[in-house]
């Protein structure tokens, strides 16, 4: 297990959806100035390849990375605070740090032997500069590959600036051979081929093909999308149509001003032969960061003047033109992606249509409506954090518009209540806190928009371990929300304000404000404070040794949570209801709940709750006497806190702090130190199911529940089915168009209700259901 797990992970780079054509000099170049430095930037013109040049060195010297090679695209992000964030996300690392994002970002790179594509930087040189000045300083086995239209000037820095494509010398003009070395030329082939199976450079269209490439200067981008117009043009007609739009330049001078001039028009050009729809869906596109989906640009782009059902036909236009980049996810959603150049002209244009804040605005309609889905703390709750993870670019860019239109604080707000929880378990915490400060500065006084900011901005420093803050901001937010009758908010400041005080050890008083909290919820009915009254009063009902009331409290959390299908607030409380169910002497069911409460933080991938999770059941098997498990499991919690730039929760640090001790005590130092490494050189995956599968108290295979088929779910049922036909988590997830990571959670969750230990014993549970039918 530990040798599988030192294996590198695999990168992000994303799969070449074109061919690489040319540059074989430069690449080499890149490879070879890769052995002799630590950063490296590749500098030149708009268009000029620099990605694509960058991305396949990487490709190439990958193995040389024993933690990989990670591109960071960093044109989405318009806020430099938020770069460090970028390289978190990139790298799949959840930011849950209690302190400085890059300090802890270097804390998580310090020892790795790994390669950073940082990706258009020239936006943001300043905070790609620091970022890169301390990653070369503090993380001596990690290399920076840079791509920027302008150096980063930082200390150690080489430059290599990538030149338009390789064109054909004066006098090659005769020699078709000599023609086809050109790298411009080639690409201009390789393109049109596509286009037009069969194009080839031969001796009739020579001329034209080596006067397009010169009046191109060998630009990539311009080439390609002078290329795929092969489909309705001749030759001929894309030079003079080319001719006239470059007219206006001269050729005085031919350097990276001119270059870019000569980009600009020819995306102009480009721009120029769409139809008016193709060019309006291509500015309004400009208002999102990243990427996004159909369903998205038709909720935000479609009007009468862009009909709904013509959006994907439009969509699929823009693809055909090399306007947009198209990939699918794994559940073969497809994801569109506009390169910056392309965004950058066609934001320019929805100016001049006069619709760039309109645009905004209904952009900011469409990820509130994502937001209230994310709220409605139901079975959809991991497809929609999930869905929020893919949209990350879109909600920064979203928020960055409400700051700076004050009158939108209200919806602000109220987004930041629906997202309390997705952001509880993603942070990042510290950036979360300075937005939400922003927001709440532009806020009335004693508005409730501003007791909304408060009260979730309080659950983000209680999680950051402030909770000194946390009590102020709950205070402020209690006091609006008592001014204003907002019942909802009062109630979640009541909660929030009630944990520094059991911090405190002010058990009493904490037990009381849950209480309240819990009684004004419920009759009022704001469901899902009630939901999380009661978590936490089971939690310190628990802490006070009240068993009978944990239980009885948590009961009826866990069967509200049930009747939901929200899985956040049920992992906690199953991990509460587990250690009062224990310490009452029952157990086994105990353990169940604890396994339960582990599948349920990993499925939302939770990766406070779930590390929380895995140390109370480290701490069910000291107390079985399996000392070197708990170790293992105390090194898997770690592995969560590792890949979360997490800090132990002072809550439950006592606990830790007891597992340890009793493990170093039941097995020896040496055998505590190598169980532990084991756990933690564990996949956070790997690590789920060792806690959740492995069960080593039985000696025989557990009998098989002969429950009936209402159990499940009917998604459960459903993925029972095709787990018993044999198909395997990827084609499970194709087929009901799911993530594989979504399909692998329903499973362990299927197994883990229904006491077994392989999908063969749920073949045969399906069996004997079906027989007994």
């Given at each position: 297990m530990g040798e599988r797990a030192r294996q590198p992970r695999p990168s992000n780079l994303p799969a070449e959806l074109t061919s690489f054509v040319g540059r074989q000099q430069e690449l080499r170049e890149v490879k070879r100035l890769l052995t002799t430095t630590r950063l490296l930037t590749l500098t030149g013109s708009g268009g000029a390849g620099k990605t694509r040049l960058a991305l396949r060195a990487g490709a190439e010297m990958a193995r040389g990375f024993r933690d990989g090679v990670w591109l960071v695209r960093l044109d989405p992000v318009h806020d430099p605070l938020l770069v460090t964030q970028?390289?978190?996300?990139?790298?799949?690392?959840?930011?849950?740090?209690?302190?400085?994002?890059?300090?802890?970002?270097?804390?998580?790179?310090?020892?790795?032997?790994?390669?950073?594509?940082?990706?258009?930087?020239?936006?943001?040189?300043?905070?790609?500069?620091?970022?890169?000045?301390?990653?070369?300083?503090?993380?001596?086995?990690?290399?920076?590959?840079?791509?920027?239209?302008?150096?980063?000037?930082?200390?150690?820095e080489v430059r290599m600036v990538v030149p338009p494509m390789s064109l054909p010398?004066?006098?090659?003009?005769?020699?078709?051979?000599?023609?086809?070395?050109?790298?411009?030329?080639?690409?201009?082939?390789?393109?049109?081929?596509?286009?037009?199976?069969?194009?080839?450079?031969?001796?009739?269209?020579?001329?034209?093909?080596?006067?397009?490439?010169?009046?191109?200067?060998?630009?990539?981008?311009?080439?390609?999308?002078?290329?795929?117009?092969?489909?309705?043009?001749?030759?001929?007609?894309?030079?003079?149509?080319?001719?006239?739009?470059?007219?206006?330049?001269?050729?005085?001078?031919?350097?990276?001003?001119?270059?870019?001039?000569?980009?600009?028009?020819?995306?102009?050009?480009?721009?120029?032969?769409?139809?008016?729809?193709?060019?309006?869906?291509?500015?309004?596109?400009s208002v999102f960061a990243g990427g996004f989906e159909a369903d998205a640009v038709t909720e935000i782009c479609s009007d009468p003047r862009l009909p709904a059902e013509r959006i994907v036909d439009l969509l699929g236009a823009l693809v055909d033109k090399s306007i947009l980049k198209r990939q699918l996810r794994d559940d073969n959603v497809a994801r569109y992606r506009l390169l910056q150049t392309l965004r950058q002209y066609g934001r320019i244009r929805l100016g001049e249509f006069g619709e760039e804040v309109a645009m905004q605005r209904r952009h900011f309609g469409w990820i509130r409506a994502l937001g209230r889905l994310v709220a409605a703390w139901d079975d959809r709750q991991v497809e929609s954090f999930h869905r929020m993870d893919l949209e990350r670019d879109n909600l920064w860019t979203a928020i960055d518009f409400c700051l700076r239109h004050p009158e939108e604080v209200d919806a602000a707000a109220e987004l930041a209540q629906h997202l309390m929880a997705y952001w509880a378990c993603r942070g990042p915490f510290g950036d979360v806190r300075r937005v939400l400060a922003s927001l709440a500065e532009s806020a009335p006084e004693r508005s409730l928009a501003r007791a909304r900011l408060l009260w979730v901005a309080s659950v983000m420093a209680a999680s950051q371990n402030d909770y000194d803050a946390c009590a102020a901001l709950s205070g402020e937010s209690l006091r609006i929300g008592t001014d204003v009758r907002d019942v909802e908010v009062v109630a979640w400041s009541?909660?929030?304000?009630a944990v520094p005080r059991w911090i405190e050890g002010d058990l009493a008083g904490a037990a009381d404000r849950f209480a309240s909290a819990l009684w004004l919820a419920r009759l009022m009915q704001v469901e899902q404070a009630e939901l999380n009254a009661m978590n936490t009063l089971c939690g310190i009902s628990t802490a006070r040794g009240e068993l009978d009331r944990a239980v009885e409290v948590g009961e009826r959390c866990l069967a509200m949570s049930r009747e939901r299908g929200e899985l956040w607030v049920r992992?906690?409380?199953?991990?509460?209801?587990?250690?009062?169910?224990?310490?009452?002497?029952?157990?086994?069911?105990?353990?169940?709940?604890?396994?339960?409460?582990?599948?349920?933080?990993?499925?939302?991938?939770?990766?406070?709750?779930?590390?929380?999770?895995?140390?109370?059941?480290?701490?069910?098997?000291?107390?079985l006497g399996q000392h070197e498990r708990a170790a293992c499991l105390l090194g898997a919690a770690e592995r969560v806190?590792?890949?979360?730039?997490?800090?132990?929760?002072?809550?439950?640090?006592?606990?830790?702090?007891?597992?340890?001790?009793?493990?170093?005590?039941?097995?020896?130092?040496?055998?505590?130190?190598?169980?532990?490494?084991?756990?933690?050189?564990?996949?956070?995956?790997?690590?789920?199911?060792?806690?959740?599968?492995?069960?080593?108290?039985?000696?025989?295979?557990?009998?098989?529940?002969?429950?009936?088929?209402?159990?499940?779910?009917?998604?459960?049922?459903?993925?029972?089915?095709?787990?018993?036909?044999?198909?395997?988590?990827?084609?499970?997830?194709?087929?009901?168009?799911?993530?594989?990571?979504?399909?692998?959670?329903?499973?362990t969750n299927i197994l883990n209700k229904l006491g077994l230990r392989s999908r063969a014993q749920l073949s045969r549970w399906l069996a004997g259901v079906t027989e007994r039918r």
């Open positions: 970028a390289v978190f996300n990139a790298l799949g690392v959840h930011d849950l740090s209690a302190g400085l994002s890059l300090s802890s970002l270097t804390e998580y790179l310090a020892g790795k032997r790994l390669l950073l594509v940082l990706d258009n930087c020239e936006h943001l040189l300043d905070a790609s500069a620091i970022l890169a000045g301390t990653l070369v300083t503090t993380c001596p086995d990690l290399q920076l590959l840079v791509t920027s239209r302008q150096a980063l000037s930082v200390a150690g010398g004066a006098g090659d003009e005769g020699s078709l051979e000599r023609l086809l070395g050109s790298d411009a030329v080639w690409l201009l082939s390789e393109r049109a081929a596509a286009v037009i199976p069969g194009f080839a450079v031969n001796s009739g269209n020579a001329a034209e093909v080596l006067k397009l490439c010169r009046r191109l200067d060998g630009i990539p981008l311009a080439l390609e999308l002078a290329a795929v117009r092969l489909g309705s043009l001749s030759l001929d007609q894309l030079n003079q149509g080319l001719a006239k739009e470059l007219s206006i330049l001269g050729r005085a001078n031919r350097g990276a001003e001119f270059r870019q001039q000569t980009l600009d028009a020819t995306i102009g050009w480009s721009y120029g032969l769409l139809n008016e729809q193709e060019r309006l869906l291509w500015a309004r596109l009541m909660i929030e304000g992992g906690f409380v199953l991990n509460f209801l587990a250690q009062a169910t224990w310490l009452r002497g029952d157990r086994p069911r105990g353990e169940a709940l604890a396994r339960e409460g582990i599948a349920c933080k990993h499925a939302v991938d939770d990766r406070n709750g779930l590390s929380i999770a895995l140390e109370t059941l480290a701490w069910m098997a000291g107390e806190r590792d890949e979360s730039s997490l800090t132990l929760i002072e809550l439950f640090r006592q606990q830790h702090e007891r597992s340890v001790a009793s493990a170093v005590h039941g097995c020896g130092q040496r055998s505590f130190d190598a169980a532990f490494a084991r756990g933690r050189a564990m996949t956070i995956g790997e690590g789920v199911a060792l806690a959740v599968q492995d069960e080593p108290r039985r000696t025989s295979p557990p009998a098989v529940k002969t429950a009936s088929r209402a159990i499940l779910t009917p998604r459960q049922l459903e993925i029972t089915r095709l787990v018993a036909d044999d198909l395997t988590n990827r084609q499970i997830a194709s087929r009901l168009f799911l993530s594989e990571r979504t399909v692998e959670t329903h499973v």
